[in-house]
């Protein structure tokens, strides 16, 4: 499975980040899980994304 991201417009599977370290954190979590097999959903990466944000990662 192929992550789609892209870069320019701070989307992960479509999800829309705001914060640039929010996005790049996410998008290291999910591609070093995904080493390990894990499939992610929208929904998962919106989760990671929130809990980013709540945590105040940025």
């Known amino acids: 499975m192929t ?4 870069q ?3 989307t992960i599977m479509g999800v829309v980040f705001e914060n640039r370290l929010i996005f ?3 998008w ?3 591609s070093t899980n995904m080493i390990e097999g894990w499939q ?3 929904e998962d990466v919106e989760l990671l994304r ?3 944000i709540a ?3 940025a």
Not at 3 to 6: E, P
């Open 3 to 6: 992550l789609d991201v892209n």
């Open 24 to 26: 790049k954190s996410v």
């Open 28 to 30: 290291y979590a999910l």
């Open 40 to 42: 992610p959903t929208v």
């Open 8 to 10: 320019e417009n701070m």
């Open 55 to 57: 945590l105040g990662v």
């Open 50 to 52: 929130d809990e980013a």
